[in-house]
């Protein structure tokens, strides 16, 4: 079976820092650009991040440039998000998504697989 898994979240305060990790099982993501979207209480999903296969391309939503930093090694099948100077407005579930693209490009549709998610929440 195919399967997308975060980790990582959880409860932290103003200014603090998480990083999430997606992980990949029953498939190699060195095919893949991998996304992170996020989904507040009451709003729609929204793409966070994204990084392509190689990891030569990435993109973030004007709302966390400069706070967040997107990686993956894809040695270890793993992608990550490191997440700093942490709001209240960043309190979410955080999903990861895999899209197969053998370019130097990623996006926020046409996913392929998601993960369930992991809650960040932020919070004094």
């Known amino acids: 079976q195919l399967h997308l898994v975060e980790s990582g979240g959880g409860l932290v305060q103003p200014g603090g820092s998480l990083r999430l990790s997606c992980a990949a099982s029953?498939?190699?993501?060195?095919?893949?650009?991998i996304s992170w979207f996020r989904q507040a209480p009451g709003k729609d999903r929204e793409g966070v991040s994204c990084i392509s296969n190689s990891g030569g391309a990435t993109n973030y939503a004007e709302s966390v440039k400069g706070r967040f930093t997107i990686s993956r090694d894809n040695a270890k099948n793993t992608v990550y998000l490191e997440m700093n100077t942490l709001k209240p407005e960043d309190t979410a579930v955080y999903y990861c998504?895999?899209?197969?693209?053998?370019?130097?490009?990623?996006?926020?549709?046409?996913?392929?697989?998601w993960g369930k998610g992991t809650l960040v929440t932020v919070s004094s």
């Open positions: 998504a895999a899209d197969f693209k053998l370019s130097n490009w990623c996006q926020y549709y046409g996913m392929d697989y």
């Open positions: 029953g498939f190699t993501l060195d095919s893949y650009a």
